[in-house]
């Protein structure tokens, strides 16, 4: 099982962020934080259903890092797996 970190932020207008650094495109949101990470699962998990139908491959994280900034507030990273 691979694990994925993902950055979660509350944004100015009090939405949830959340992103995968690691997976290029993959993100989603929600209106409160639960919300945002239940969404976020059903985010992972089609963007990874969607590399087994390619050529790809299930990427693995590489860092915890990203290329995510937030000016708005604390960015909490938490990791994603699915089973």
């Known amino acids: 099982m691979k694990a994925y970190p993902a950055h979660i932020w509350r944004k100015k207008n009090d939405t949830w962020s959340v992103e995968f650094p690691d997976l290029p495109g993959c993100f989603s949101f929600g209106s409160s934080l639960l919300e945002a990470k239940i969404k976020a699962e059903e985010a992972l ?3 990874l259903e969607s590399l087994d139908w390619g050529c790809g491959q299930n990427p693995g994280h590489e860092s ?12 909490e990273t938490e990791l994603f797996a699915l089973t």
């Not at 915890?64 to 960015?75: N, P, R």
């Open 64 to 75: 915890l890092s990203g290329g995510c900034s937030c000016t708005q507030g604390k960015i």
């Open 45 to 47: 998990a089609t963007y």
